[in-house]
T-cell receptor, first 115, second 112 residues
Framework: NAGVTQTPKFQVLKTGQSMTLQCAQD?????MSWYRQDPGMGLRLIHY???????DQGEVPNGYNVSRSTTEDFPLRLLSAAPSQTSVYFC??????????????FGPGTRLTVT | EDQVTQSPEALRLQEGESSSLNCSYT??????LFWYRQDPGKGPEFLFT???AGEEKEKERLKATLTKKESFLHITAPKPEDSATYLC?????????????FGAGTRLFVKA
């Protein structure tokens, strides 16, 4: 049971480049989410999904796209990278929004630098 | 506006010196309050969930409590391996289901 996996671990982009951060979970969790973590600001929600085919915006969605074609995968796309997107990105999953417990399981993170 | 505030930002303790971390919150429709531990370079790791005022949870040297406006994470006789950032998060009703709001965290340093 690998839990939540993220790739790559590190990435350097130039301004204007696009890329996809990968996230996968093998716990059959309905709910998946993407956060960014910046010094002194805590984790901020970018996008989330309550199941395959359903996504919604979080607190800071601008410049990012997501899709959820399967229960397992939830990729995050940066459309045109900007220096303000330099951050550590975490993917998380939890059992679901109805019943059960709602604690989230986090991946190891992707450290992104945009120059 | 929904908000989570943690204090202090950083806390330095000697091994064995007990203390508490604070998490105050203002949210509508609270579904639960969570504590996570985060080690440098790693993702947050779940510690506790608290659902209602008066509830308490314990795990080794950690004890979490909840009131209507705040939560405390009590650390009894800490050891150097307890050094980490402790994150508080609240889960509340959102437009698409529920949303989770994190505090900025408290960095704990325990010196031997």
């Amino acid at each position: 049971n690998a839990g939540v996996t993220q790739t790559p671990k590190f990435q350097v982009l130039k301004t204007g480049q696009s890329m996809t951060l990968q996230c996968a979970q093998d716990m059959n969790h309905e709910y998946m989410s993407w956060y960014r973590q910046d010094p002194g600001m805590g984790l901020r929600l970018i996008h989330y999904s309550v199941g395959a085919g359903i996504t919604d915006q979080g607190e800071v969605p601008n410049g990012y796209n997501v899709s959820r074609s399967t229960t397992e995968d939830f990729p995050l796309r940066l459309l045109s990278a900007a220096p303000s997107q330099t951050s550590v990105y975490f993917c998380a999953s939890s059992l679901g929004r109805t019943g059960g417990s709602y604690e989230q399981y986090f991946g190891p993170g992707t450290r992104l630098t945009v120059t | 506006e929904d908000q989570v505030t943690q204090s202090p930002e950083a806390l330095r303790l000697q091994e064995g010196e007990s203390s508490s971390l604070n998490c105050s919150y203002t949210v509508s429709g609270l579904r639960g309050l969570f504590w996570y531990r985060q080690d440098p370079g790693k993702g947050p790791e779940f510690l506790f969930t608290l659902y209602s005022a008066g509830e308490e949870k314990e795990k080794e040297r950690l004890k979490a409590t909840l009131t209507k406006k705040e939560s405390f994470l009590h650390i009894t006789a800490p050891k150097p391996e307890d050094s980490a950032t402790y994150l508080c998060a609240v889960q509340a009703r959102g437009t698409g289901g529920f949303k989770t709001i994190f505090g900025a965290g408290t960095r704990l340093f325990v010196k031997a």
